[in-house]
């Protein structure tokens, strides 16, 4: 279908997307303009990755919009979120007004009722229907991104959930759910009552197969040579191969470490092949990388990248990851071993794919576990730039034979699984529920029942007994912790699952942290640290070998501080205990001013997970906060002081100077040896002092004064104090926690203030 022929759609898209190079629609496309979606109806497109299905979404918020309605783009992971508001962002020129919805869970982001198109992920949405937002009412489009999650253990009861109640909430919603190919599509298309778009096309031909010996077996019986040298590993030598012809390599591994280690093995055959220039723009692109974090991990990363080569996993910074997709698109880099985060979703297309390890460690089972079809099937999608290349190729590894049938028979033969709702979990039902009855969704046990008809789960179970079983035990379990009340037929949140549910706890996170604060006198940061730590909101930290005995006797030694009753040794929960008590040695030693590149090498994480804890604990900490004022626990100063400290990593003594905007932790720590020690203080302190403690910086001097409220923040005319005979500011003064965290972070200009960077 030619551009200019798509109904429903603003007069000046044809011309927009010419710019673009679209002329014709692709297939699917057409066929989904075809099915109505640019006239309301509800659609399914199941559709290989990188084959367009973002234009099918866009064509129908646009068409929408024209309408004069309101769309909603919900993203899987936080980090696809910006990536689509900045190309939903190119709308603006026209009029449209585009936003992105991450922040946090507990307002109902009312700033959003004036956009036109918004981008959030399901968390997200689901918490905007807990509170309430009105502006929700006015949607008249929702799409759906990689529907085929509603599969995942963690993430797929929100999303279906979600989308019953939208559904719900509005009858008239236009649904439009983007999924890879999947096994099932039709039953998906059923639940929303949705026309279906189920296609294999793709815009560049894709060619499967596996490596084994010195070719690659492609699965239409053909082979390619591809030989291995004696000095390389096959993913090496299929690099070498690529680059031979001027291209580039994604490889997928199964972890972290093996991405890492991946990448700098793979930099010693990739910087043989680069040019002077692009040597000169690797390296600059290697220094922003340093400038990001002074990681191990940002080193490293730096460190291949200078080399033609790099690594991609969600231990990373977002502007890590930015910077290594956007080198990789524009060629500078010649490969990037990832994990699968890279598979998903971000637009990532190379000459070549391989999939070198196809099982993964699952911590459920304690072994490693196959990849799924669908999983496989996503990464290889990768191979093939369309206008580029004129075909991508995908290969899986083999070590031997019999390696080499079982790939084809399990993975390149093999059609996607189908999806299944994961709803029937309790963890998910328990939250859901809690929050179907609190919004007024459902007000008794049958009407609660007839909310989850709607959902994925109740289209794909034969056994409804097996979905009231599930549903009266989460009722039960509930009210028995005075979060729903029963009166006769009638279910009723209490005050408290209000609390709960409009803070997005799962309740069994409520009830622990309720339980550990009741009889706490006087917690300490890491009584409330551990104790948050050990509801299933927060991700633990894993033991790793010797971890086990260094936990245990902490946990002795620092028993009088962890709030609620401890466990023996030898009940179950012991090991949960102990990560928990991990993390809070994590959340601690941050708050007291550890510094991040230590962090890193203590509890072998990167510097994108200590972020995710850090965030996650000051929104667990906040809502125990809640928790305390409506139960009148009185102890909301001590847990608002560790949540303030965790805010901003420092001690007790640094938590004001350290809210002022632009200060952080290592600029209060400056300040305050220099005797400044509060916010009021520094609104009257001598300008030269405050200049000599920022290491006489005007800019940044003159920043600090503004955002603390002085009158006059103007350091035209200052000279800088001399601060060595001030009490605290040399060695002899300092106390040893100073003196610690001074010698740990020599700053330089570009200081980074939190060190944690802006995720
Ligand atoms: P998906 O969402 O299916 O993974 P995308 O929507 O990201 O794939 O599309 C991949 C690429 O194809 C994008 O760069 C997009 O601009 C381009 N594209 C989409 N539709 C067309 C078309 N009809 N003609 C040419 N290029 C297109």
């Known amino acids: 279908m030619d551009v200019a022929d798509i109904p429903g759609v603003p007069e000046w898209l044809p011309d927009y997307l010419r710019e673009d190079g679209i002329e014709q629609l692709y297939p699917p496309q057409t066929e989904a303009v075809e099915r109505g979606v640019t006239e309301g109806e509800n659609l399914v497109a199941a559709v290989p990755t990188a084959s367009g299905k973002t234009l099918i979404a866009a064509l129908a918020m646009l068409a929408s919009v024209k309408r004069g309605g309101k769309a909603l783009y919900i993203v ?49 949405v689901d918490s905007l229907v807990r509170n309430d937002a009105p502006w929700l009412d006015d949607l008249s489009c929702v799409v759906a991104d990689e529907v085929h999650l509603v599969d995942d253990d963690e993430r797929g009861p929100t999303l279906e959930v979600t989308l019953a109640k939208l559904r719900s909430l509005n009858p008239h919603l236009q649904l439009v759910a983007l999924s890879a190919t999947i096994g099932n599509a039709d039953e998906l298309a059923e639940w929303l009552d949705a026309a279906l778009v189920d296609t294999d096309w793709r815009p560049i031909e894709l060619r499967k197969g596996v490596h084994y010996g010195d070719a690659a077996h492609l699965e239409d019986g053909n082979q390619q040579p591809v030989p291995v ?57 290697a220094d922003r990388i340093r400038d990001v974090s002074d990681t191990d991990t940002s080193e490293d990363l730096a ?123 309790e963890p998910a039902l328990r939250t859901h529920i809690l929050a179907t009855v609190s919004s007024g969704f459902a007000r008794s046990r049958e009407g609660l029942l007839e909310f989850l008809e709607g959902t994925l789960y109740a289209e794909q179970t034969t056994a409804r007994d097996r979905l009231e079983t599930v549903t009266d035990e989460v009722i039960d379990y509930l009210e028995m912790n005075d979060f729903l009340e029963r009166d006769g037929e009638t279910l009723e949140a209490t005050g408290i699952g209000h609390t709960v549910s409009r803070l997005y706890l799962d309740p069994m996170s409520a009830a622990e942290i309720l339980d550990g604060l009741r009889d706490a006198q006087h ?39 962890l709030l609620g009753r401890a466990p023996s040794e030898f009940e179950e929960r012991f090991e949960d205990w102990l990560s928990a008590l991990k993390t809070a040695k994590l959340l601690e030693d941050w708050a007291s001013e550890t510094d991040e590149e230590r962090l890193t090498d203590r509890y072998d994480v990167g510097p994108g997970d200590i972020r995710g804890k850090v965030d996650t604990a000051q929104w667990l900490l906040g809502a125990a906060e809640s928790l305390s004022s409506e139960r009148n626990l009185g102890v909301g ?123």
């Open 303 to 425: 460190e291949a990248v200078e080399r033609g080569a790099a690594f991609h996993h969600a231990g990373l910074t977002r502007q890590h990851r930015t910077l290594v997709e956007e080198a990789f698109r524009d060629r500078l880099l010649k490969v990037v071993s990832a994990t699968p985060t890279l598979a998903a979703g971000v637009n990532t297309p190379s000459r070549r794919v391989v999939v070198r390890d196809w099982r993964r460690y699952d911590g459920s089972v304690g072994g490693m576990q196959p990849l799924s079809v669908l999983e496989v099937h996503q990464m290889m999608g990768r191979a093939g730039r369309p206008g580029r290349d004129p075909y991508g190729e995908a290969f899986l590894l083999a070590k031997s034979h019999d390696e080499l049938d079982e790939l084809f028979e399990r993975y390149v033969w093999a059609e996607p699984e189908p999806v299944r709702s994961k709803l029937a979990a």
């Open 229 to 285: 040298r004696s000095n390389e590993d096959q993913p090496a030598a299929i690099v070498r191969d690529t680059l031979a012809d001027d291209g580039s390599t994604l490889v997928f591994v199964n972890s972290r470490r093996n991405a890492e280690a991946a990448a700098r093995r793979l930099a010693t055959t990739t910087d043989e092949f680069l040019t002077g220039e692009e040597e000169d723009r690797l390296a600059d692109i």
């Open 76 to 124: 899987p992971l936080r980090a696809l979120a910006s990536e689509k508001e900045d190309e939903f962002a190119e709308f603006e020129a026209y009029g449209l007004d585009v936003g992105v919805s991450t922040g946090n869970y507990e307002s109902d982001g009312g700033w959003l009722a004036d956009k036109d198109i918004v981008v959030a992920t399901s968390e997200k």
């Open 523 to 561: 917690p300490t940061a890491l009584g409330l640290y551990h104790l948050v730590s050990r509801t299933p909101d927060m991700y633990e930290l894993y033991l790793r070998s010797g971890d086990e005995e260094e936990y245990t006797m902490a946990a002795y030694e620092r028993e009088s501080e």
């Open 637 to 759: 100063n001590a847990v608002r002081e560790a949540r303030m400290r965790v805010e901003h990593g420092v001690r007790s003594e640094l938590v004001d100077l350290a809210g002022v905007r632009s200060v952080g932790r290592k600029r209060a720590r400056r300040l305050y040896a220099a005797g400044i020690e509060t916010r009021a203080q520094l609104r009257e302190a001598d300008k030269s002092v405050v200049l000599a403690a920022l290491r006489g910086r005007q800019k940044t001097a003159e920043t600090v004064l503004e955002n603390a409220g002085h009158p006059e923040p103007s350091m035209s005319t200052v000279e800088a104090a001399d601060l060595s005979d001030q009490p605290g500011s040399g060695a002899n003064g300092t106390t040893a926690a100073d003196r610690a965290t001074t010698t740990e972070t020599e700053d330089t200009d570009t200081e980074d203030q939190s060190s944690l960077g802006d995720f």
